[in-house]
């Protein structure tokens, strides 16, 4: 265990100013130990401090447990005791101002535990999470050196500000909900149009990912970013952990075991939060988007691939909250077995009955469907319907736990065949992946995994067709 003694202060004038790697493992680990009554030395602390070092913008994804908040809140002490210019400014963003705020007041008891390096600091506030300090100069008619850091939520920081640099972390984790998409969407716009623009030096992130598209996924995309994503099981094979000092490769499976898969999967091995609850992963549906597809408008003239292939459609009705969509596939023949292919896709936000239902008895004359199922849980086409205004291919379903997981578990297995192929269309897109294994999904300004219903009514209609009145292919 390191120690501040003597010898190592004398390395302190030369080392930990311009080390960042010295700093934490001389001085800070030292705080640790003072603080938290242990310090776990591990092997990784070299590259992640050489990243945010050397670097001026950075992201990590890296697994709950392994440091990667403890080395930010090392970094900014590091900051303040370089001091590198008259007034520092730093911002520190979580999710929510009580996060960032929790490791700020970190920072603070960490700075206050190491007297040998901050004994001459003087604390400017009594806030227990704003950072402001003083480093006194030696001459008495000088004023010294400032460092201000402020914490602050996502959602609320003070925009115009300009600081040295920008913290990032854990900006996409509510400890509270799971974010929707729509949220996640909007944290990404704010970071992009506002945040990066602020700091003049350096920005810095750290998290775990909610999505496959969401900041910390699209930051990896980006060439000015030294982005790295670490994995608790670094050889599962071989049983190699990433961190082996404190969490060895059988205590990782310890856990594992005790948390479940999909916990481990998303605090451990970094799996997007979506991705391991979707009922369709994004990896899965990307493979099954087939961008040759044309989403054929319904004033087209639609001219069916084979002689012998048959439409069906599905529509979920939304609530004036909530769109409605209808789905269309070709079900073609191909060696023998069913295929579909998406023709169509249409969200209808906002519209009335009436404009709907006119839009169904188009879109069934135009793609010839065969069947549509539609959702008919509360009855909104039922004055329709006993008017016999209703085209005769359209049938209703009411959603029950038994009919929707019944359904849901016709879509597991043609996409697990392969049976199927989606128009590349985002909005969809983000809605059927929305769904959760409970068949849930967050309401958005874009829906409520309508798209995911509307599917599971195209594909009850297209497996089965027997009783819908049309040939098998």
Same mark, same amino acid.
């Given at each position: 265990m390191p120690s501040l003694n003597q010898s190592e202060n004398e390395l302190s004038e030369k080392y930990l100013k311009n080390s960042f790697f010295h700093f934490f493992f001389y001085a800070f680990s030292v705080a640790i130990k003072r603080t938290e009554g242990v310090y776990h030395f591990t092997s990784h602390l070299t590259e992640l401090c050489q990243r945010v070092q050397f670097y001026s913008r950075t992201s990590t994804i890296a697994p709950r447990? =392994?440091? !990667?908040?403890? /080395? /930010?809140?090392?970094?900014? +002490?590091?900051?303040?005791?370089?001091m590198e210019f008259r007034f520092n400014e730093f911002l520190y963003i979580s999710y929510t101002g009580d996060a960032s705020g929790y490791h700020t007041k970190k920072i603070k008891r960490y700075l206050q535990s190491l007297p040998e390096l901050f004994g001459d600091y003087k604390d400017l506030t009594d806030s227990a999470t704003i950072i402001h300090y003083q480093r006194p100069d030696p001459n008495p008619y000088v004023e010294g050196r400032f460092f201000y850091c402020e914490p602050t939520g996502i959602m609320n920081f003070k925009r115009g500000q300009h600081p040295h640099e920008v913290i990032c972390d854990d900006i996409l984790r509510d400890p509270e909900v799971k974010l929707d998409l729509s949220q996640l969407n909007k944290i990404t716009r704010v970071f992009f149009e506002e945040?990066?623009?602020?700091?003049?030096?350096? /920005? =810095?992130?750290?998290g775990t990912p909610q999505d496959d598209e969401? +900041?910390?996924?699209? +930051?990896?995309t980006k060439t000015d970013y030294n982005t790295k994503r670490y994995d608790a099981v670094v050889d599962e094979a071989n049983k190699i952990a990433w961190w082996p000092e404190l969490f060895p490769f059988d205590e990782l499976m310890r856990r594992k075991e005790r948390i479940g898969d999909k916990a481990f999967m998303k605090e451990f091995r970094c799996k997007p939060v979506r991705g391991v609850e979707g009922y369709i992963s994004h990896e899965v549906y990307l493979a099954l988007v087939n961008s040759e597809l044309k989403n054929i408008p319904i004033t087209a003239t639609y001219t069916p691939s084979q002689k012998r292939s048959v439409t069906v459609g599905g529509f979920d009705i939304g609530k004036k909250t909530h769109p409605s969509h209808l789905t269309i596939f070709e079900i073609t023949n191909v060696n023998g077995k069913d295929h579909a292919q998406q023709i169509h896709s249409k969200f209808m936000d906002g519209w009335d009955y009436i404009n709907q239902i006119a839009y169904l008895k188009d879109a069934v004359r135009v793609f010839g469907i065969k069947s549509l199922h539609y959702d008919d849980t509360r009855a909104e086409f039922e004055s329709t319907k006993e008017r016999r205004e209703l085209p005769r291919q359209m049938s209703g379903v009411a959603f029950t736990s038994k009919t929707k997981f019944g359904m849901a578990q016709e879509i597991d297995k043609v996409i697990s065949n392969k049976d199927i192929e989606f128009l590349v269309d985002d909005r969809q897109k983000r809605q059927i992946l929305s769904v959760d294994c409970n068949l849930k999904a967050p309401e958005t300004q874009e829906g409520h995994g309508d798209a995911f219903f509307s599917l599971c009514l195209a594909v009850d209609?297209? !497996?089965?067709?027997k009783v819908s009145g049309f040939d098998v292919l």
């Open positions: 447990f =392994h440091l !990667k908040s403890t /080395i /930010i809140e090392a970094y900014v +002490l590091w900051k303040i005791y370089r945040i990066e623009q602020m700091p003049k030096i350096a /920005i =810095h992130c750290v969401d +900041l910390l996924s699209q +930051l990896e209609a297209w !497996k089965n067709r």
